[in-house]
């Protein structure tokens, strides 16, 4: 009996602790450091030095693994080295933090164009158009990718080249 309001103030309190963490976003709790590290890395990829904006966004990395705009960043520096299959795997990771990452899927989509998976980049797009509802500026540079289709040399090495015979497998004997 003495000890029931001690106990109901210090399960109220432990609630009240719980609770107060869960009321914010994780991106609310980035490393602000690392937060400066990918502005800078804009700036660099955005002046074509990529090695640098790397570098940046790698440190940006180090100092806080959870910044899902440095693997963002990092899949637009890969992209804009013509590394495809790199930038799908840096927006897998931001998409991995955040599912729902409107930024990382339209960036997963031109990636995928960008490596000739144009059927993957239409339902990127159909997953950024469900998330936003209204028309959004990164469904329609999706879009707009899609509609551009992948680059010659990607679809130049998709198709046989002309006289080669093509290979079939071999049949099995029944």
Do not use: H, W
């Amino acid at each position: 009996m003495r000890l029931t309001p001690i106990v109901l103030t210090l399960a109220v309190a432990a609630g009240t602790m719980a609770s107060a963490g869960l009321g914010q976003r994780p991106d609310d709790q980035i490393d602000p450091r690392s937060e400066a590290l990918v502005q800078q890395a804009r700036g660099q990829t955005s002046a074509g030095r990529f090695q640098d904006a790397t570098d940046l966004l790698e440190t940006a990395l180090a100092l806080d693994p959870r910044n899902r705009a440095a693997y963002i960043a990092l899949g637009r520096v890969a992209q804009a080295e013509r590394l495809p299959g790199k930038a799908v795997r840096y927006y897998a990771d931001a998409l991995r933090m955040e599912p729902n990452d409107v930024d990382a899927l339209a960036g997963q989509g031109e990636a995928y164009v960008q490596r000739g998976a144009v059927e993957r980049a239409r339902r990127n797009l159909a997953r950024v158009q469900t998330l936003c509802r209204a028309p959004c500026p990164q469904a329609q540079q999706l879009a707009a990718t899609i509609q551009r289709g992948p680059p010659a040399e990607v679809l130049a090495a998709q198709r046989p080249e002309q006289g080669a015979p093509i290979e079939r497998p071999a049949q099995r004997p029944n």
